[in-house]
Nanobody
Framework: QVQLLESGGGLVQAGGSLRLSCAAS????????MGWFRQAPGKEREIAAFVSASGTKTQYADSVKGRFTISRDNGKKTVYLQMNSLKSEDTAVYYC????????????????WGQGTQVTVLS
């Protein structure tokens, strides 16, 4: 069983930055691929960023590429999402998720989800 706890959300002006963190309880965190997803009001949940179990591979949605950076610290069992140049359209609840063998496209492999953290970007 893996428990995930997101933090770092909040209110920010457009053009600003936020750093989200996701702390995991997994015994073998380093085996899990991790993703950051987001869901805006009235929209479906979408993946924003993916990082492989080793941290050597990342992938981003086109809408965040060049502005967001996903990283992980396996020693601290934590994954991060650095969000820069935020736009009003980035407003959403952000979730981290873990899965064995998951990647940017294999969404069904994400078995564990956090409760989410709200990010609101003011224009």
């Amino acid at each position: 069983q893996v428990q995930l706890l997101e933090s770092g959300g909040g209110l920010v002006q457009a053009g600003g930055s936020l750093r989200l963190s996701c702390a995991a309880s997994a015994e073998v965190f380093e085996l899990y691929s991790m993703g950051w997803f987001r869901q805006a009001p009235g929209k479906e949940r979408e993946i924003a960023a993916f990082v492989s179990a080793s941290g050597t591979k990342t992938q981003y949605a086109d809408s965040v590429k060049g502005r967001f950076t996903i990283s992980r610290d396996n020693g601290k069992k934590t994954v991060y999402l650095q969000m820069n140049s935020l736009k009003s359209e980035d407003t959403a609840v952000y979730y981290c998720a873990a899965g064995l063998g998951a990647n940017f496209n294999l969404i069904r492999r994400y078995n564990y989800w956090g409760q989410g953290t709200q990010v609101t970007v003011l224009s």
